[in-house]
């Protein structure tokens, strides 16, 4: 079994596995209107690439702190896909395409006087 962290007084009490009942390693709800909530479960994910390479990094002491994205977003690819879902590719970019002008802030620079937006 993992160690858990220390809880700050205002941390919210860890919820327990809903398949095995122990402590949760890390609880989420899932991508926005997906429904899905995940658990990280010591015993029960331990199986999973993804999972046991996140439990593996918390165990470690040493961890590096700099690896949470990328831990992050492999272990919630893995369970996403166990509940049906696909992370959607990247749309490629056209080299030299420019942003869509509502999407560029008036200050950026990156407007000229000629590209102003009507006003309504």
């Known amino acids: 079994m993992v160690p858990g962290p220390c809880l700050d007084k205002d941390d919210p009490p860890k919820r327990a596995c809903s398949r095995c009942g122990t402590r949760l390693l890390l609880q989420w709800n899932g991508r ?9 479960c010591t015993t029960c994910d331990a199986h999973r690439p993804a999972a ?5 990094w918390y165990a470690d002491p040493d961890r ?3 690896a ?21 590719p990247r749309p490629e970019v056209a080299p030299g395409t ?3 002008l509502s999407l560029v802030p008036p200050t950026s620079g990156e407007r ?6 009507e006003a309504d």
Do not use: N, Q, S, Y
């Open 32 to 40: 926005l209107m997906t429904g899905v909530w995940m658990e990280l």
């Open 52 to 56: 046991r390479a996140f439990i593996t």
């Open 64 to 66: 590096d702190l700099t």
């Open 68 to 88: 949470v994205p990328r831990l992050f977003e492999a272990w919630e690819t893995e369970t996403m896909h166990a509940h049906g879902w696909a992370r959607a």
């Open 98 to 100: 420019k942003p869509h």
């Open 112 to 117: 000229t006087a000629d590209e102003a937006p």
